[in-house]
């Protein structure tokens, strides 16, 4: 299927480590980009490629991928990592597409 | 500094064709490779892509969307123009434009985002 399904929210204790999947027969074969964003701005890229973050992103961030699933790990979140997560990828004809996005509350 | 930062109307009737223009600095593309690309997010609803140009003037479209979108690109302007026809207030949403590069998958920079209400 053209689909990424996420788990609509997860949350994780200060200082703990969370993962956020992304599912989808897309990622068998290519990688998912992470976007994050907070209410009221646009999203920003946290990890794409095989585990690379982009320029100023915290390196408790972290991408990993095994058969159909994408995840991205959080380790010791804090609590300006509350945001929502969007995966990213494309489809068999060079679409991208969009997971449904996780709601991250860290408590 | 890359910049993108979108324009256009902030409240469309139902039918009209909304024009969106996105305006960056920093890239050209003119520039072997690189690429912009729209994104829209209905209000507390996940982002979806809807269509995507590159420097050699190939475009990918949404399929679910493929026939009511049409995206350009200006060059010496530094601007890419998105339309959509026949618009729905289901498309109420906060449309982006973000840069890209071709064969990536992912979007490295992102313009503010611009709320467009579909409404009579």
């Known amino acids: 299927s053209s689909e990424l399904t996420q788990d609509p929210a997860v949350s994780v204790a200060l200082g703990q480590t969370v993962r956020i999947t992304c599912q989808g027969d897309s990622l068998r074969s290519y990688y998912a980009s992470w976007y994050q964003q907070k209410p009221g701005q646009a999203p920003v890229l946290v990890i794409y490629g095989k585990n690379n973050r982009p320029s100023g992103i915290p390196d408790r961030f972290s991408g990993s991928s095994s058969g159909n699933t994408a995840s991205l790990t959080i380790t010791g979140a804090q609590a300006e990592d509350e945001a929502d997560y969007y995966c990213n990828s494309r489809d068999s004809s060079g679409n991208h597409l969009f997971g449904g996005g996780t709601k991250l509350t860290v408590l | 500094q890359i910049t993108l930062k979108e324009s256009g109307p902030t409240l469309v009737k139902p039918t009209q064709t909304l024009t969106l223009t996105c305006t960056f600095s920093g890239f050209s593309l003119s520039t072997s490779g690189v690429g912009v690309g729209w994104i829209r997010q209905p209000p507390g609803k996940a982002l979806e892509w809807l269509a995507l140009?590159?420097?050699?003037?190939?475009?990918r479209y949404s399929p679910s969307l493929k026939s009511r979108l049409t995206i350009t690109k200006d060059t010496s302007k530094n601007q890419v123009v998105l339309t959509m026809t026949n618009m729905d207030p289901v498309d109420t949403a906060t449309y982006y434009c973000a840069r890209t590069r071709f064969g990536e998958l992912l979007f490295r920079d992102w313009g503010q985002g611009t709320l467009v209400t579909v409404s009579s």
């Open positions: 140009i590159y420097w050699d003037d190939d475009k």
